[in-house]
């Protein structure tokens, strides 16, 4: 398995105060390389632009040095991949290339907090809850 | 030069001495990485709920939604 994580997971697990929350715990294994995850350029460009937006910025408090930093420590435990053109019917043209990263992984599995996403999943895709996604991590490091 | 000068001093290879150096890197910028996260955790101190909304919002404006 290897994971997608949205853009909307890294800024809740940045920000949420409860380590123990799922979104915490998935920051926090990207940091650490507990588990495989994939990125494309333009997903970590989006990385980029939320840890710069006004709101998030405000609330972590870090410097573009100190943001670069972070990514880097993320980026560096990820696997970088070629998106895959795909079709996908989806109210907004705007997430298609979360799917088309996802499309070019075997077992790829896409981890959001957006649950307009989680309802319009593609058949051939699978899209997930940060809780449901520490529950499929548990379940494959079972021996 | 100073990468052979570096090999030819400590007895490795150049590769060798790359391959340190990424790793030193590596080491370095995942300790940084937790300590930020845990300093950003510190600071904003929002619930799950709070944090994932601004997750939402942040995500939004990075793809230019109005939805």
């Known amino acids: 398995m290897i994971a997608v994580i949205d853009s909307n997971v890294l800024v809740a697990g940045l920000l949420s105060k409860r380590a123990d929350s799922p979104v915490s715990r998935i920051l926090a294994g990207m940091a650490a390389a507990e588990f495989r995850f994939a990125v494309s350029i333009e997903l970590i460009a989006e990385y980029h632009r939320v840890l710069r937006y006004p709101k998030v910025a405000r609330l972590h408090g870090f410097d573009d040095d100190q943001i670069n930093d972070l990514l880097s420590g993320l980026i560096l435990n990820a696997q970088l991949r070629e998106p895959v053109s795909v079709e996908v019917a989806i109210d907004d043209s705007a997430d298609v290339f979360l799917f088309e990263l996802l499309a070019g992984l075997k077992a790829g599995v896409l981890v959001t907090g957006d649950k307009q996403l989680l309802n319009q999943a593609p058949n051939w895709s699978s899209v997930v809850g940060p809780g449901a996604f520490l529950g499929l991590l548990e379940f494959s490091s079972r021996p | ?67």
Do not use: C, F, P, W
């Open chain 2, 1 to 67: 030069m100073a990468l052979k000068q570096a090999a030819a001093e400590r007895g490795k290879t150049m590769g060798e001495i790359i391959e340190e150096s990424l790793e030193h890197y590596g080491v370095k910028t995942r300790v940084e990485a937790a300590a930020l996260i845990a300093l950003a955790r510190e600071r904003a101190g929002l619930d799950e709920d709070q944090a994932m909304h601004l997750g939402l919002e942040a995500s939004r404006a990075a793809r230019q939604k109005t939805n």
